[in-house]
């Protein structure tokens, strides 16, 4: 298990973090900090936890023991200032079938900041959506639908970006196009948590394993 | 900061235009309650008694029954889709209080099943023989009674969400929290019907929903952040 060196102005930072599944040890005394511009691999085997571990990153789990700090200060007392701060795609990519691309995407932008019409339409045909606005995700292909989802990301002021298996689905000139997108953000001080299976090519990447030293 | 300018009435209509839009593209989902409820007051007479005394003493307690069973009916849909698509966990990151957002979708429930029941209700309560001078009554009660459904049936609904299948716990959990409301709804109209004032009746009715519209989305809220964090 590898430990980054923790100072204190890390966005987010994680000490000693321990969690059990199902009487199953994910992780335990995992410690690292997540500084603006970082971009942070989670890797691990199938099941080694890496979902659990964003869901706990992201304020979503709180099955865990140790400590999280956000900007230095404890987690659990300022949730609503993380919220404006926290990008969070999921496995579950929040598309709904029977709304259309436009539909959807206005839906997630609004929940986290002010919508700009036009930068909708712009990050729709960034992610190879133009001409699709107003069509039912149902009728869309299962890349189709996660691109939807992934267009949030060129619209989001978000400063911490949490993202598992974004990835999935995705074609190879997508994955390239997603990779250089995420290595300009960080660039300019978006820290990315991520999981994939993919062999990322980004320069500043960091990477913890999560079931390394497993019982 | 960025979210300058964020409104948050802004964010709470676009959540109220998306829950209308993706309610009504699964339009027949929306007729079942609806049919359930009509097919309990149509077959009640057929099965117990046709005669019209007896059908104009129990008509109030009927339709109420039945509008009851619907709402629950409909409740296992409420967090049903969000929380199977991820739409649950933005909602429950997002920024914007849960609680106002939990308000917005009992609304769209209601809207959607409460709100068409009360309008047959006239109708329902005319073949059940019950005289024309207390339909509104009866409207009223429904009105003052159904909303309460709603914000209660949202906790069970919320507590469940995560479960594979929490129709049967949904009403456990929530049937007997509903007595009281099922209690002075029917009663309102016996009241009215035996020529007693019902203002108290009408009082208590209001009182309810004024507690459970303030304090049932606390709970729902709280039991949404439980079911996502499972």
Partial sequence: MSIPAITPSALLEASELSCERDDRRLFSDLSFAVHAGDVVQIAGANGAGKTTLLRILAGLYHGYQGNLFFNGERIDAQTATINETLLFIGHKSAVKPSLTVLENLRFMV???QRVDERSLYTALETVGLAGYEDVQCQNLSAGQQRRVALARLWVSNARLWVLDEIFT????????????????????????????????????LKKITLGAGHV | MSETGHSLLFV?????????????????DLANPLVFFVLVVV?????????????????AGVVWVAALLAMMLSLERMFRSDFDDGGLEQLVLSPQPLYLIVQIKV????????????LLSPLLGTMMHLPAEHLPILCLTLLLGTPTLSLIGSIGAALTVSLRSGGVLISLIILPLTIPVLIFGTGTVLASVDGLAVGGYLAILGAILALTFTLAPLACAAALKMSVAS
Wanted: with cysteine.
């Fill in chain 1, 169 to 204: 689905a995705i074609d190879l000139s997508g994955v390239a196009q997603l990779e250089a997108f995420l290595a300009r953000k960080a660039d300019q001080g978006v820290a990315i948590i991520l999981t994939t299976h993919h062999r990322l090519s980004l320069p500043s």
């Fill in chain 2, 12 to 28: 709470l209509r676009v959540v109220l235009v998306r829950e209308f839009l993706a309610a009504f593209r699964k339009r027949q």
């Fill in chain 1, 110 to 112: 609004a929940l986290q």
């Fill in chain 2, 43 to 59: 077959l009640f007479p057929l099965g117990v008694s046709p005669e019209p005394d007896f059908l104009a003493k129990s008509s």
């Fill in chain 2, 107 to 118: 609304f769209v429930h209601w809207c959607l099943t409460g709100l068409p029941l009360i």
